[in-house]
């Protein structure tokens, strides 16, 4: 398997806030975020960060369209879960159906409690899980930057992913 790759091309998080990390914050609402949200306008390509050993997608009220990447990491089977999509672009994995790091998989949005942000609110909402679908609160998931050894909190991780696969959009321009 190869190393991790970003979700994005340009990775930064929303805002250039704390509280938009995983973690407790007081500012939140809830007190608690658990996972990345990323900058991103409806429609941003994101990309598989390992090697899929299984592929779910499935609606949440909160999370919206929810894409989640089975892989290995370091000897531990974790779960990249990929929120508030537009579109999935990939079904299941397996023989015929091989997901690679860097692969395109789905198109951000603006669904679940995203559904009302505009401009640079919108955003890639990304965990990593040690289960398909946790619980609410910590438990079941990790703080991304165990796997990414950094948090682009106030300068971009800028990772283009060259694909021949990404569909065009449309109504929008390539």
């Known amino acids: 398997m190869q190393g991790v790759q970003w979700p994005l091309d340009y990775n930064i998080i929303r805002g250039r806030k704390l509280s938009n990390t995983y973690g407790r914050f007081k500012e939140r609402f809830a007190g608690c975020h658990w996972g990345w949200d990323f900058y991103a306008g409806v429609g941003t390509p994101c990309y598989a960060i390992a090697d899929a050993i299984s592929i779910q997608t499935y609606q949440s009220s909160s999370f919206g369209l929810v894409l989640v990447l089975e892989f290995d990491h370091e ?15 990939v079904q299941g994995a397996g023989p015929r159906n ?20 505009k ?6 909402h990304f965990e990593l899980r040690t289960s398909v679908r ?15 050894r950094k948090c682009p909190l106030n300068s971009p991780i800028i990772t283009p992913h060259r694909t021949s696969e990404m569909p065009k959009r449309q109504g929008m321009v390539a």
Do not use: M, W
């Open 98 to 117: 091989q997901i690679k790091a860097g692969d395109f998989v789905a198109y951000t949005g603006s669904s679940g409690n995203a559904s009302n942000l």
């Open 119 to 124: 401009g640079e609110e919108e955003h890639l």
């Open 75 to 89: 000897g531990r089977r974790l779960f990249a879960a990929y929120c508030h999509l537009d579109k999935a672009i």
């Open 134 to 148: 946790p619980l609410p609160g910590e438990k079941g998931r990790l703080s991304p930057i165990e796997i990414f």
